[in-house]
């Protein structure tokens, strides 16, 4: 607003001018001209600037434009602006600020001026006050502007989508308020299940929707859910009669206050008693279990692989891939999901759990299945294996076959398989190179291209330095 108001608007005026300026000299004037503004400059009846005040730091093009027109100084949506400025100096009307873009060798300075004529046949100063500060401002607070109204619109895009979700899922779904359990929100589902008048659930109590027997462990299930996302489902009666519905809740927070997301499903009687002896007795085996979607991330894992993989709860490994925990990066799981695409099953499969940083990781066997559908789930129990392992006598028999290099593959590295066919290889050709000189030792060494001091070492090595009418002339 106050680029628009005239310079001179709505201030008091001084009480005695002649009295305090007539002693003013010209050095004092030039100090107030040069005070008044961030540059000044002083144009003839011409409109040519033959003098100015400026900050060579903020302005370093100034003493350029001393001797040109200040038309010529300016862009060209700027020049009407200076042209009636200058026009209304020399008439003698009343200035008001306008914003005028000065041209630089690098870019455009935005500037307000007003000028003030002096006297009649006199020069005009054009008093200037920099606006690049203000401009980055109004830029910033634009900025500002458009991303709270992207932000706003975002919200507002997933306002809608959850709406829809909530309004067209099959599942009976509330949101309660977790002080007074009045229901805030109930979707088309719920008001079907309790014949309902859609819109007539909200600011009901949730509590007097189920037989009074069961209000108490509700109020109590309600509790635990705020502080737990482990609660298995609760089974309630609706007040009305009708068959028994499996509630389940969550805790969340919004706007400092607390609610509850309560789902209701429909009670399934033995089988679900049978689903949860299941569950319980899995949660309970010594072995590890994990189940996985199809791009094997973790769903749900026992307590057992929770300790295997050293993790504080089950809540941390959920949509995690297993690959974070199971198998050498890059070989393990490829060749189990390789297994389990083509047979559906995979047996006794070697592999570590915690490979990574350097450290080989833990050895485990692991048994998995894959479940038919378009999206399927895997299911792996493991075991760990490494005292097994380190309770096995140590074996110097070398595998005597291709064969039996090959089913080494999955339960040994590749590294230690080379390694052990290195060996094989040695031992075989030792034994060939002694057949073939009848056990000469010094010949033996000759055709294999071995000092006998390497020889001998070899021998001892691989069991065979007590053959039998061995020669070592």
């Not at 100034?62 to 200058?86: F, N, Y």
């Not at 306002?159 to 779904?173: D, G, H, K, N, S």
Request: with cysteine; hydrophobic share 40%.
């Amino acid at each position: 607003m106050s680029a628009r108001k005239h310079s001179l608007q709505g201030k008091i005026p001084f009480g005695s001018p002649e009295r305090h300026f007539d002693a003013l000299g010209s050095g004092a004037a030039a100090k107030l001209a040069m005070i008044a503004g961030d540059i000044a400059l002083v144009i003839d009846e011409s409109g040519k600037i033959i003098d100015l005040a400026a900050d060579p730091d903020e302005f370093p093009d100034a003493s350029q434009w001393l001797g040109r027109d200040w038309l010529d100084t300016v862009t060209i949506e700027s020049k009407p602006k200076v042209m009636e400025m200058l026009a209304n100096a020399r008439k003698g009307v009343t200035q008001h600020w306008r914003q005028v873009n000065q041209i630089t060798a690098d870019s455009e300075v935005p500037v307000r001026f007003v000028v003030v004529n002096i006297g009649p046949g006199a020069c005009s100063i054009a008093f200037g006050r920099d606006m690049r500060d203000a401009a980055a401002l109004q830029q910033r607070v634009l900025q500002a502007q458009q991303s709270l109204e992207r932000d706003y619109l975002r919200l507002r895009q997933l306002e809608a989508r959850y709406r829809m979700l909530f309004e067209q899922t099959e599942q009976p779904v509330f949101i309660v308020d977790a002080d007074t359990f009045r229901i805030r929100e109930a979707n088309h589902a719920a008001h079907v299940l309790f014949r309902a008048r859609f819109g007539t659930l909200q600011g009901g109590k949730l509590t007097a929707m189920f037989a009074k027997p069961a209000r108490e462990s509700l109020i109590a299930y309600l509790g635990s859910a705020l502080v737990s996302n482990s609660l298995q489902p609760l089974p309630v009666e609706p007040s009305d009669g009708g068959s028994s519905v499996m509630l389940s809740a969550s805790g969340f927070r919004e706007r400092g206050g607390q609610y509850l997301l309560i789902r209701l499903l429909a009670a399934t009687g033995a089988p679900e008693q049978s689903s949860n002896a299941t569950l319980q007795v899995i949660e309970s085996m010594p072995d590890a279990f994990v189940l996985t979607d199809d791009r094997m991330q973790i769903i749900a894992a026992n307590a057992a692989f929770v300790e295997l993989v050293s993790a504080a709860s089950v809540e941390q490994l959920r949509d995690r891939p297993l690959g974070d925990f199971l198998g050498r990066p890059g070989v393990d799981l490829d060749l189990i999901d390789g297994q389990l695409t083509k047979h559906d099953l995979a047996r006794n499969v070697a592999t570590v759990v915690g490979a990574r940083d350097g450290y080989e990781g833990e050895p485990v066997e692991l048994s998995a299945v894959k479940t038919s559908g378009e999206h399927p789930h895997y299911g792996f129990v493991i075991r760990p294996i490494g005292r097994r392992l380190r309770d096995l006598p140590v074996s110097s028999d070398a595998p005597r076959s291709v064969e039996q290099l090959t089913e080494l593959v999955g339960r040994m590295s590749l590294r230690d398989i080379v390694r052990e066919s290195t060996d094989l290889i040695e031992r075989l050709c030792i034994e060939a190179a002694l057949e073939y000189t009848s056990n000469n030792r010094a010949s033996a060494a000759e055709i294999l291209g071995l000092s006998r001091q390497s020889l001998y070492s070899k021998l001892h090595r691989y069991g065979l330095g007590n053959l039998v009418d061995s020669v070592d002339t």
